[in-house]
């Protein structure tokens, strides 16, 4: 079972930030915190990943709450590219873990 | 550089037939994992090879079964074909030391009729 909790969909203005959240209530102490995305008809694509400190790279940043109870995605000019399907995802990395497990994800919905 | 990359991509096969999916991985990385997407759904981890052995394995009954090569390519083995093995197959491939950052192929469709 997936242990985290994301809306299904979410709207966004092209050109403005994209905000995704994920509860991840569960989450153990040396758990990572993953983002995928999977636009329509290819392969996922992996976004970012932070443990407990605030994350940034070309694609995105991933706000982490100090809890680690829950996380924010960004993306912070969306384009009509972004249109995709959003994972997170919680696991240990190094070959403990029984692979990426994935949700539903959020569908997210870049508007012209 | 070659990303992941998969073969076939589509595949049509009668139900009980047996299938043989291919994945090469991208340069440099040592593990495979494999994934079976459903309609609508999310991947669902099938099981991870890694210096030729399978690690990991998911919810997935024996019918499923794979190999990875000297080479670090892979195989996902499908047996006695039922109609609910209809599905996108993606292979992802990994540095072990950070296998949940990992890469995906473009998968192969598996239509079983």
């Known amino acids: 079972d997936a242990k985290t909790t994301q809306p299904p969909s979410m709207d966004c203005a092209e050109g403005r930030a994209a905000n995704l959240p994920c509860n991840h209530s569960?989450?153990?102490?040396?758990?990572?915190v993953y983002w995928y995305r999977q636009i329509h008809s290819q392969g996922p694509q992996y976004i970012i990943h932070?443990?407990?400190n605030n994350e940034t790279n070309e694609m995105a940043s991933l706000i982490i709450t100090e809890d680690r109870k829950s996380s924010t995605l960004i993306l912070p000019h969306a384009t009509l590219r972004d249109t995709a399907v959003y994972y997170c995802?919680?696991?240990?990395?190094?070959?403990?873990?029984?692979?990426?497990?994935f949700g539903k994800g959020t569908h997210l919905i870049i508007q012209p | 550089d070659a990303g992941v990359t998969q073969s076939p991509t589509h595949l049509i096969k009668t139900r009980g037939q047996q299938v043989t999916l291919r994945c090469s991985p991208k340069?440099?990385?040592?593990?495979v994992s494999w994934y079976q997407q459903a309609l609508g759904q999310g991947p669902q981890f099938i099981f991870q090879?890694?210096?030729?052995?399978?690690?990991q394995r998911g919810n997935f009954p024996d019918r499923f079964s794979g190999h990875q090569f000297p080479n670090y390519s892979s195989e996902l083995n499908v047996n006695a074909l039922l109609l609910g093995d209809s599905a996108l197959y993606l292979c992802?491939?990994?540095?072990?030391?950070?296998?949940?950052?990992?890469?995906f192929g473009q998968g192969t469709r598996l239509t079983v009729v």
């Open positions: 569960t989450i153990s102490g040396n758990e990572y």
């Open positions: 090879y890694y210096e030729e052995e399978e690690r």
């Open positions: 932070g443990l407990k």
């Open positions: 992802a491939s990994s540095l072990l030391v950070v296998d949940l950052e990992a890469f």
């Open positions: 995802i919680v696991g240990y990395s190094g070959g403990g873990a029984d692979g990426l497990t």
């Open positions: 340069s440099g990385h040592d593990t």
